[in-house]
């Protein structure tokens, strides 16, 4: 395991600069005594040093195997990957209430939030989990366990702070969203429209086809089966 220790190290520090400081009354103590700018700025700073840091110790990281790689996995996260592509670019407007460029009163929930109110997590979440069977290896289950599992642990943990907050918009956000993809849906308190994802499906899929097209150029290995 100490050919790991860097990775793990970086992984840990990633989820401790989020969980241990976002969701915790660290968060509020240091906005009131930095200033949200600053805190933000500092924050956002501290979380991309160690998602490169990570990055950095997964290259350096030996391959090892805990379970062969298989042409259905790798078939699933060619599949899954279009429509993670298309929560993570449409999740990316001034209408996503989760984000921090969000406008006031410029919040649809017809539209990709009536699948979710985080789309950005659950892409996230997705992409990371289709990867960790592709890929099949320690390093690879480190970096995109850590990666996905603080994105869906974030659902709870920015539903919380926008409980706590802002209590109107989340009062409006759990009556008309869910947390759980199609949750909402199914139970009727939110209406899908074609018109709500015809950018989200446009850019993600252009995006999705960028990354395929660059993926063997960019880390070295192709993702088709």
Not at 97 to 121: K, V
Request: some cysteine; proline content about 7%.
């Amino acid at each position: 395991m100490a050919d790991f220790l860097s990775l793990i190290l970086a992984a840990a520090a990633f989820l401790g600069s989020h969980l241990g400081v976002s969701s915790t009354p660290l968060r509020p103590w240091l906005v009131a005594r930095l200033g949200r700018q600053r805190y933000l700025g500092l924050y956002s700073l501290v979380s991309i040093l160690c998602l490169v840091w990570m990055i950095l110790a997964y290259g350096d990281a030996p391959f090892l195997p805990l379970w062969p790689e298989s042409c259905p996995a790798r078939c699933l996260a060619v599949i899954a990957m279009p429509a993670s592509m298309i929560l993570i670019v449409g999740a990316l407007t001034p209408a996503n209430p989760t984000l921090l460029i969000h406008r006031a009163g410029t919040f649809d929930a017809s539209g990709l939030f009536a699948i979710t109110r985080h789309p950005l997590m659950w892409g996230i979440g997705l992409a990371c989990a289709v990867h960790i069977l592709a890929t099949g290896d320690l390093a690879s289950l480190i970096l995109f366990g850590a990666v996905g599992g603080l994105a869906l642990a974030g659902t709870a943990c920015q539903d919380a702070r926008k409980r706590r907050e802002d209590p109107a918009l989340w009062t409006a956000l759990a009556a008309s969203t869910s947390n759980i993809p199609f949750a909402a849906l199914l139970r009727g308190r939110a209406g899908l429209r074609g018109k709500g994802l015809r950018w989200p499906v446009i850019g993600g899929l252009a995006a999705y086809a960028l990354l395929l097209a660059a993926h063997g150029t960019l880390f070295g290995v192709s993702p088709l089966p």
